[in-house]
């Protein structure tokens, strides 16, 4: 299982948001490992990537048989940022579908640089590196084909720049009004003279309502689970276990 | 002792963590170290819960302070070590509030408040939720309300369980990780281990088993878990991937923009727009925003046009909506998608409707005469009901746009219709020195003006002109008239004269009353068929009478003949009228002379049949003496000399279908016959191709249609190929006037004859002929793998003969002789279902008339039903089949007529009983098997369902479920519209289909067969 390039030759990336993004990570790799990051991306080495928050990291099989782990980290945004790039990409209704669609809207950029803020990488010190291999401290050439496979992939979903940042496509949209009011919000703050050290767990203690509007109005019923869901991860076998204690509940 | 309080706080990366402090003084407390004396010194429950910890709290977690964070001791709980401690916490609880927990607990948490558990130790706050949240993980867990999720813990996959709520708080996700992961270990020791676990899920569910899954294979298993407790919740479950995706255009409100809106339909059909699903939650962001990407994907002028607010859907201009519609319509069709559209908002054509049309009252001689005659078109042009003014029409030019306003409507108009029509102007315009206005020319006399004053209607566009019919005619099938598409209507004046009156809309053949030498009363559409053939012939022109079966063109014929003698007022009979030579199969021969004799006994008849038959001249002038000569086919070639020497004034063709082969003899005869006035009788006007219909009309009015190549051409083939509505009505207007069709089925026509209920029986195969079947299937695929086209044909159509054959009995099939039912149980579905049928009709003593295409069928059921209806009175069962001679075939449908209140059944070879049967006495037609040409099979049935019949029919046709019989009955059921427009495509098109397509037409669909 490897990922297979599109690119076959010539620069990686083809979207604007893409180009600048590898263009941005080029200069943290340097001359020498883009060619050679090029090259084993299109060998297909890369095993997987995954993305999540700040991190970006995939398998990468080198010339001695070794998977190494490779990863890029892009920081996710912290609350200011986020506020402002959220203030920007929800005065957009159509950016959740245009980015579906695989593109990221230059204009956006240019209106988050009044703030200072962008979803690509500022520049190449933004972005940092790992890798389980011994080139240290790099960046290696896992680091690099790991990165062309992410170009591509940003190529194709802009959302994972989104993911990335620490943002889902659910968060460019207004956060809509409750669908129902929460029914035990009396309960709901806590407030009292142990506040100050009772740390963290008393907030969103109070229970109905933080289950989301859809669990709530329709009756979830566990015999209603369907098994072939996980056969295909799981195997059957492992999905009927697993389906036989979901549908036995205790009363 | 010294009073302690507990904490349980949730770290950043420790998790769950119980911390204490004991008070050293007043206002003064410092945190625990150790364990030790707190495990010592608690209530027996809590010390066993705490039993396992570690002495020293090596861990620290961060606690915010009045002087900022502070880092102290902690023991970092999960699993059995957290709720076991909750738990025993929550017991103490429960032994100080008993009864009253509940509510204890509530107010607890209302004020934010501690709770005191023994004399020296202190729950605080944090810990009191805790509590809280323990009874909720709990019922969480007894309800199986959970997720779970494979995650990365200090580098290793391990898998968690999660409370259904993804923002919920993380100790309630740690309580409910510890209650699951006991449960489901007790539930795995209850049950036997699966042979294979890939991935170690089950027992890193269970406890701290390994799970043996990179991070790709961890965020499947998450995935996967995730819809596995999605599906459980019942009703909508929409995702953009498994959800039909559907566009919505909407008219603009107030001459804005068009709305376009994205929608999900559901599996039951209902559509909604992704914003709403949105909205409520039946859909995520994500799910909405691909749908959203999916439409601009495929519809390029939908990515430049505004989005509204919600962000999925669009408000397009005029033009963009034009745009959408001519040109991302089809590739989003194409791409599955369903694009909705206003109201019934179908492709409006232009349609050119002869608004005035009539034949120029005059010399009545020579080539002034039937085609030859004058005649006055005046054309409008319209679009869906509106007839447009010039100024309208210059409007849609320059729209150069798919959308056009109409008089304040929205019209969604091809706009290579308008063009076609005006081509056609153009070309009538210089055929026939037409003049074109902008302004009603005079009407025909009003009788009085409105009464009111109308809404003023603007004035539509007209051009008129005159040429001979002929001219006309070919001018509408020239290749000027090609796209144009025929309003047929409303004709509104004119249709008083001649031809004209025949025009469809026009008022019709003069009318006069039946012919008083004729032995009956005619009903009234009898009447006006006489009428109609009258006019005809008074114009020197030939028609089709094709009337279905049944509604007694035989009678119509002879009145006509009657009629001619008598004269009509105003008409005097002339003193000799020639001989009508009537051409016929064999078969009814006797059925004319006998209703000739009945009916019209003043006709003299001759019968031109058989060895001692007249020849040469004295046949010439044994006719001399004859009203009516009744000949055969096989005859009218081979006697064409001597019939040619007879100046016939008028050629009858019954079972006209006999000529419908250009070429052959008999066809080249009968066009050969010298007659002024021709007529083609038939059931089924064209049984296959309207190839057919131009060669009956060639036979009766030579030259009408065209040459067969440039009608197939221009006509029959964009109809039989597209369904050309254009065409079709090209196709009317022109033979409106020679086609004489009455339908049996419509009651305008014949009030007196009971219903037929046409019912479609699907019955399923019993098992044994499910087995069977798909061998059949396998073989034929393995066969027809690399054959030639000829060798695949022929390997098609046996295959298919043998399906049918399994369909009807594994026995007929096997052809071994086992007996049709063993022990008691049947082995086809047909037998069983048509057993059932026959018992019912034979317990009120009605009779049933069953058709076969296989005599070897047919042969098996004859013995069977004799035994098995021996009860009910039936002891035989009559079979005519193509071996039956005729004096036997008559005396089995004389016996079978005899006693109409009696049980009885009678079993028919489809071809030996598809035609001169009168069977009234059965009121149930049962189809075994299928033809699958519905003009066969409706003249099988109409055996039973022709006038005489007293009863209401009941026709149930056989198909087994899941098989090529059903499937071709869908097509037939396509075909029937086709013969209904008087159109029928051929029957070559099952061999060659491609294998794929043959075998998902042949191969069993298991869940219907069985």
Not at chain 1, 237 to 250: C, E, G, K, Q
Not at chain 2, 309 to 333: I, K, M, N, Q
Not at chain 2, 671 to 686: I, N
Not at chain 2, 747 to 772: C, F, H, M, W, Y
Request: glycine share 8%; proline share 7%; aromatic share 4%.
């Amino acid at each position: 299982m490897s990922i297979e390039l599109i690119s076959r030759r010539g620069p990686i990336g083809k979207g604007w948001h893409a180009v600048a993004l590898r263009d941005g990570a080029e200069r943290l790799l340097g001359a020498s490992r883009v060619g050679r990051g090029k090259s084993d991306a299109r060998a297909g080495k890369v095993q997987w990537l995954d993305v999540e928050a700040g991190l970006a990291r995939g398998d990468v099989l080198d010339a001695d048989g070794e998977l190494y782990q490779a990863r890029l980290e892009l920081p996710a945004f912290r609350e200011g940022d986020r506020e402002a790039f959220l203030q920007v990409a929800r005065a957009r209704p159509e950016l959740p579908a245009r980015m579906a669609g695989g593109t990221y809207p230059q204009e956006i950029e240019a209106e988050l640089a009044r703030s200072e803020v962008s979803l690509l990488p500022r520049d190449a010190t933004e972005l940092s590196h790992d890798c389980s291999c011994l080139d240290w401290p790099g960046p290696c050439r896992h680091v690099a084909a790991l990165l062309y496979v992410l170009v591509e992939a940003v190529d194709e979903q802009p959302v994972l720049l989104l993911t990335l940042r620490g943002l889902a496509l659910e968060d460019l949209v207004s956060p809509r009004e409750p669908a129902t009011p929460p029914a035990g919000s009396g309960a709901d703050g806590p407030g009292g003279a142990d506040r100050a050290d009772g740390a963290d767990s008393a907030e969103g203690a109070g229970d109905g309502e933080s289950l989301p509007p859809a669990a709530a109005r329709g009756a979830w019923d566990p015999a209603h689970t369907d098994p072939a869901k996980l056969a295909e991860v799981l195997g059957e076998d492992v999905a009927a276990v697993i389906h036989r204690f979901y549908s036995h509940p205790l009363q | 002792m010294p009073l302690r309080r507990l904490h349980l706080v949730v770290d950043d990366d420790l998790g769950p963590a119980l911390w204490a402090r004991e008070q050293t003084g007043p206002g003064r407390s410092r945190a625990l170290e150790s364990l030790t004396t707190l495990r010592g010194e608690a209530p027996g429950l809590l010390g066993t819960a705490l039993e396992d910890a570690p002495d020293l709290l090596r861990h620290r977690v961060r606690i915010p302070g009045r002087d900022g964070d502070r880092r102290v001791p902690a023991l970092p709980l999960e699993g059995a070590a957290l709720t076991s401690f909750v738990g025993a916490v929550g017991e103490l609880l429960a032994e100080r509030f008993g009864e009253e927990l509940h509510e204890h607990l509530a107010s607890l948490l209302a004020d934010g408040a501690a709770a005191r558990l023994s004399d020296e130790l202190i729950a605080m706050p944090d810990l009191v939720v805790a509590v809280v949240l323990d009874l909720r993980a709990r019922s969480l867990v007894e309800e199986r309300h959970l997720r779970a999720r494979a995650v990365e813990r200090y580098g290793r996959p391990v898998m968690q369980w999660r409370a259904p709520a993804q923002d919920s708080p993380p100790l309630l996700h740690a309580l409910v990780d510890g209650h699951a992961r006991q449960a489901f270990a007790a539930h795995l020791r209850t049950i036997p281990a699966p042979a294979e676990d890939r991935h170690g899920v089950l027992w890193a569910l269970a406890d701290e088993g390994e799970l043996r899954a990179d991070l790709p294979t961890q965020r499947r298993i998450t995935a996967a878990m995730d819809a596995f407790v999605d599906s459980g919740r019942p009703g909508v479950k929409l995702s953009s991937g498994d959800s039909e995706l559907v566009v919505r255009l909407f008219e603009p409100p107030l001459g804005t923009a068009w709305p376009l809106q994205t929608c999900l339909r559901e599996p039951d059909g209902t559509v909604h727009p992704v914003a709403d699903l949105r909205a409520v939650g039946d859909l995520t962001t994500a799910g909405a925003a691909e749908a959203s990407a999916a439409v601009m994907r495929l519809a390029p002028t939908v990515r430049g046009a505004a989005v509204d607010e919600t962000g999925v859907d669009w408000l397009l201009t005029t033009a963009e909506a034009s745009e959408f519609l001519s040109r991302d319509t089809p590739s989003l069709e194409e791409a599955g998608v369903t694009v909705l559209l206003p109201r019934e908002w179908t492709k409006q054509k232009t349609t050119l409707r002869p608004q005035e049309v009539d034949e120029e009252p005059g010399e009545r001689k020579g080539s002034g005469v039937g085609l030859g005659a004058m005649v006055s078109f005046r054309w409008r042009v319209a679009v869906g009901e509106t007839e447009l003014t010039e100024e309208e029409m210059e409007e849609i030019r320059a729209a150069q746009s798919e959308l056009v306003q109409l008089r304040g409507q929205w019209v969604r108009l091809d706009a290579s219709t308008l063009r076609a029509a005006e081509r056609f102007l153009d070309a009538f315009g210089a055929r026939t020195r037409a003049e074109r206005t902008g302004t009603a020319p005079p009407r025909p006399a009003r009788t009085a003006p409105p009464a009111e004053q109308p809404p003023p209607v603007p004035e539509p566009a007209e051009v008129a002109g005159r040429a001979p019919w002929m001219e006309m005619f070919s001018l509408i099938l020239s290749p000027e008239a090609a796209d144009v598409d025929f309003g047929l209507a409303a004709l509104i004046a004119g249709g008083s004269n001649g031809l004209a009156r025949l025009l469809p809309g026009a008022q019709g053949p003069q009318p006069y009353p039946q012919p008083r030498s004729l032995q009956a009363t005619l009903r009234p559409y009898q009447l006006e068929g006489v009428d109609w053939m009258w006019a005809l012939h008074r114009q020197g022109l030939g028609g089709i009478l094709a009337d279905d079966m049944g509604l007694g063109k035989t009678m119509q014929v002879l009145a006509l003949l009657c009629r001619e003698r008598e004269g009509v007022y105003g008409q005097e009979a002339p003193e000799t009228i020639g001989p009508t030579l009537l051409v016929c199969p064999m078969s009814v021969v006797g059925a004319w002379q006998r209703e000739a004799a009945k009916f019209a006994p003043d006709l003299r008849v001759h019968v031109h049949h058989g060895g001692d038959r007249l020849r040469g001249e004295s046949f010439v002038a044994g006719t001399q003496d004859a009203d009516l000569v009744i000949t055969t086919y096989s005859l009218l070639a081979r006697d064409l000399p001597v019939l040619s020497a007879v100046p016939w004034h008028r050629l009858v063709l019954d079972e006209a279908q006999h000529v419908k082969t250009p070429g052959t003899q008999v066809t080249r005869a009968a066009r050969a016959l010298q007659a002024p006035h021709r007529l083609a009788l038939t059931g089924t006007p064209v049984e296959n191709r309207l190839a057919d219909l131009h060669a009956l009309m060639e036979v009766v009015n030579p030259g009408l249609l065209g040459s067969a190549a440039s009608f197939q051409e221009r006509v029959a083939t964009p109809i039989e190929e597209e369904g050309d509505g254009g065409a079709i009505s090209r196709l009317r207007l022109i033979t409106a006037p020679f086609i004489q069709r009455r339908l049996k089925t419509d009651r305008s026509i014949i009030k007196d004859l009971p219903e037929k209920i046409e019912l479609t029986r699907v019955v399923n195969l019993t098992p044994e002929q499910a087995g069977l079947y798909e061998a059949i299937v396998q073989d034929l695929m393995v066969q027809i793998d690399g054959a030639e086209k000829k060798t695949r044909r022929t390997l098609v159509v046996s295959a298919i003969t043998r399906l049918k054959q399994v369909c009807n009995h594994p026995a007929h099939y096997l052809g071994d002789g086992s007996p049709l039912v063993r022990d008691g149980e049947h082995r086809s579905g047909k037998l069983e279902m048509v057993d059932d049928l026959l018992g019912a009709a034979f317990e009120k003593g009605q009779k049933a008339l069953l058709f076969t295409q296989f005599t070897t069928f047919g042969q098996l059921l004859v013995p069977y039903w004799q035994e098995r209806f021996a009860d009910l009175g039936v002891t035989s069962v009559p079979f005519l089949h193509g071996g039956v001679s005729k004096r036997d075939r008559d005396q089995m449908v004389a016996e079978f007529q005899e006693d109409r209140d009696r049980p009885g059944l009678m079993l028919l070879s489809l071809r030996a009983g598809g035609t001169g049967l009168t069977l009234t006495a059965a009121n149930h037609v049962v189809h075994l098997d299928r033809w699958w040409n519905p003009a066969v099979e409706n003249q099988a049935t109409d055996r039973a369902f022709r006038i005489g019949q007293r009863r209401d029919v009941s026709v149930n046709k056989l198909v087994s479920a899941g098989t090529v019989e059903e499937k071709i009955d869908t097509v037939l059921d396509d075909k029937q519209a086709l013969a209904d427009l008087t159109v029928g495509p051929g029957e070559d098109w099952l061999a060659s289909l491609d294998d794929d397509r043959l075998l998902s037409l042949l191969s069993l669909d298991e869940e219907d067969g069985l």
